[in-house]
């Protein structure tokens, strides 16, 4: 069964870091475009990062903050989130393609497996 779980969430003052992990089970997290999304209390799911093909992808808000990155052999995605702001609380997502070259501007709708999430909460 194809499944992605995170882990690594909880909560932590403006400045802190976390790490999250995405283990994924019968899917090669190198083989695939692998994606972190992030949805706030009442606003849209939206990309924070993705790497597939080429360099990896950031958006505005937390490049030069996040990093996005891969452990193949242990077949896990992470996501090193530096300085937090209390505006990057969320449900954290991590979610793969089927297809290594991410999709154009990271659409949702390209991504075929989701995991459950993990709650990243940021205190000011």
């Known amino acids: 069964q194809l499944k992605l779980v995170e882990s690594g969430g909880g909560s932590v003052q403006a400045g802190g870091t976390l790490r999250l992990s995405c283990a994924a089970s019968n899917l090669a997290v190198q083989s695939n475009c692998m994606a972190w999304f992030r949805q706030a209390p009442g606003r849209e799911r939206v990309l924070v990062a993705m790497?597939?093909?080429?360099?990896?992808t950031y958006s505005d808000s937390v490049k030069g903050r996040f990093t996005i990155s891969e452990d193949n052999a242990e077949n896990i995605l992470y996501l090193q989130m530096n300085s937090l702001k209390p505006e990057d609380t969320a449900i954290y997502h991590c979610?793969?393609?089927?297809?290594?070259?991410?999709?154009?501007?990271?659409?949702?709708?390209?991504?075929?497996?989701w995991g459950q999430g993990t709650q990243v909460t940021v205190s000011s």
């Open positions: 979610a793969a393609a089927f297809q290594l070259h991410c999709p154009w501007n990271g659409r949702q709708g390209d991504f075929g497996i």
């Open positions: 790497m597939g093909y080429g360099d990896p």
